[in-house]
């Protein structure tokens, strides 16, 4: 994917913007703070200026977590001579004029704070040459004070070494973690802004040894490849959209595909990587029913808003933002990122190379290391059932396993699902109205999940001493033993952890064909034609996959006619 899109207004075209001294009213009203607390803010800090001054390699080295140096070298627009002291003053910027330019930030950069800041707590040498001029001009600072500068030869940029930090400050340098956990913190930084900036190299060197190195060639799936690794990247499905002027853009794990930790989750704001929550737990709402619980997806995506909408001034660190409009952002993130989701993801290709390995083949049918295609799901016809749990189909593309009952959990699901965003719960009325006992438990569960449980249509009226009068249960059980299924419901709410709606979730579990149905060929054909109906075809609300592909090319090789 290319960026075309550059976040940043990125070097001072014409170099019509010199560093001055914010005036007084600017300073008073920007979220000014110590923003060094480690190494890792070292380097933030200043590949964030590399990044503002349009570099297009920026490479770090850092040794021994960063405590004994952090040197930073880019190939941006570089510090006019003239100019090199000003830029280690307290609030003294080339990025922001006045309070007018506050609400409108476009740079990474603003305060005119962290060269300041850096050099307070450490010894800086800086060396900078605007590609205009012949030499690069250099000074070093220590504790806030000039103590020797000069001219020296250098290619064009910025090249600025780091040492000595906190030596001064023994308390601080005390609550550093080991150089291991700040090596790591650094590079978290880096990979970062890896993602955020494809169109940017950025080489990380950590004691020597390269730990990172992305090509700036423009293509984020190329960056991820480097930052994680290349068969990760190969999967992932393409987002780029837009709604009401907020775009998203990126790339997202397919459904199936999932991690233990939400540590590849990296969202960004007009190139801003944010630590936010509320967008990630935006994510999972897109998620809903595509995963199983405690599991998340890998996602690394770009919002690009009018930098008038977000107000970037909340945070010492600038790690946090804010939205004029949180619900529109919100939106944008889910709608973009689930029409990515339901036109781009296909279902887990079983490998028959692995698949006769054995556990690879269940990982795989599982969905966790399973290739996705990226097609939507074709047109299949059924061969017929195995095992009275999988139907067998033929694809253009193959062959297809279908499990019944999962397949017919996803469709149940989204049925209940649309039913109650229609706020009509499809529902059959009993004739005579039956009388629920309850247990203490029982009583507890139903309390809690009441309002779900009757939005769905099970019409439940509260009796004297804790029993309930059930009027109606919901449509997709009619035919079923009414108390029967709201009890193995009640059971089962507590177990089943689904990110969707649970109780839906659930009612389509209890509905649906159970492994050992055996169904006749009109009933497989219409779970096939249902199938292909849904939303999201491939995984069950739990996040189990519905269907597998065995290819027709892995059949051919498997038997030697390729
Ligand atoms: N790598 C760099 N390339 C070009 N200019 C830089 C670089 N680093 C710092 N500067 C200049 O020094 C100024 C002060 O930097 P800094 O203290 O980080 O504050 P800020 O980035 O908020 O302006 C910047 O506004 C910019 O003009
Ligand atoms: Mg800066």
Not at 29 to 37: K, M, S
Request: neutral net charge; glycine residues 8%.
């Amino acid at each position: 994917m290319s960026c075309e899109k550059k976040p940043v207004a990125p070097c001072r075209e014409g170099h019509d913007m010199p560093i001055s001294p914010l005036p007084p009213e600017v300073v008073a009203q920007i979220a000014a703070g110590e923003v060094i607390e480690r190494p890792a803010s070292v380097v933030k800090e200043l590949v964030e200026n590399a990044l503002d001054a349009g570099a297009s390699r920026i490479s770090v080295e850092v040794r021994n977590g960063g405590i004994d140096l952090v040197e930073v070298v880019d190939d941006g627009c570089g510090i006019e001579p003239e100019e090199l002291e000003l830029a280690f003053a307290r609030y003294a910027t080339s990025k922001l004029r006045s309070l007018g330019d506050l609400s409108c930030i476009v740079t990474l950069g603003f305060r005119g704070e962290a060269l300041a800041s850096i050099s307070a707590v450490a010894e800086v040498e800086l060396a900078s040459r605007p590609p205009h001029l012949e030499h690069g001009a250099w000074v070093k600072v220590r504790h806030g004070k000039v103590v020797t500068k000069g001219w020296r030869g250098m290619s064009p940029g910025t090249h600025v070494r780091v040492r000595e930090l906190f030596k001064a400050q023994p308390a601080r340098r005390k609550f550093l973690r080991s150089p291991q956990a700040e090596a790591r913190a650094v590079a978290q930084v880096m990979a970062n802004y890896a993602l955020a900036y494809p169109h940017v190299s950025f080489s990380l060197t950590l004691d020597a040894r390269p730990y990172l190195h992305t090509p700036g060639s423009g293509q984020l799936r190329e960056a991820v490849a480097s930052v994680y690794d290349a068969d990760l990247a190969a999967m992932l499905v393409l987002v780029d959209g837009e709604d009401s002027g907020v775009r998203v853009q990126g790339l997202v794990s397919p459904p199936g595909f999932h991690k233990g930790t939400p540590s590849y989750i990296s969202l960004f704001v007009n190139g801003r990587w944010v630590k936010d929550r509320r967008l990630p737990r935006v994510l999972e709402a897109v998620y809903q029913g595509l995963l199983p619980s405690q599991r998340y997806p890998v996602a690394i995506l770009n919002i690009w808003i009018p930098p008038a909408e977000v107000d970037v001034n909340v945070h010492p660190a600038k790690a946090y933002v804010r939205f004029r409009d949180d619900e529109a952002v919100a939106r944008a993130l889910v709608r973009v990122v689930r029409q990515a989701l339901v036109d781009k993801a296909g279902p887990p290709q079983i490998s028959l190379a692995s698949s006769l390995k054995g556990s690879d083949a269940q990982a795989s049918a599982r969905g966790e290391g399973g290739q996705a295609t990226r097609d939507a799901l074709p047109t299949l016809q059924v061969v017929g059932q195995v095992g009275r749990l999988y139907v067998v189909a033929e694809g253009p593309d193959g062959m297809y396993l279908i499990d019944q009952h999962a397949a017919h959990e996803r469709i149940l699901y989204e049925e209940l699902l649309r039913q109650i965003q229609a706020r009509r719960p499809a529902l059959q009325s009993l004739l005579t109205p039956l009388v629920v006992q309850t247990s203490p438990g029982e009583r507890g569960l139903i309390e809690e999940w009441l309002d779900h449980l009757r939005a769905h249509g099970f019409e439940l009226e509260a009796l004297e001493g804790g029993a309930y009068l059930l009027r109606a249960i919901p449509q997709i059980l009619a035919g079923r033993d009414p108390l029967a299924s709201l009890f193995s419901v009640l059971e089962e709410l507590p177990k089943r952890h689904v990110q969707g709606d649970r109780v839906a979730a659930v009612i389509a579990c209890h509905a649906a064909v159970r492994a050992g149905d055996l169904l006749s060929e009109a009933e497989m054909r219409e779970l096939v034609r249902r199938l292909a109906l849904a939303e999201v075809p491939h995984t069950c609300p739990h996040g189990r996959p519905t269907l597998v592909r065995i290819g027709a090319d892995d059949l051919a090789r498997h038997f030697g006619r390729r």
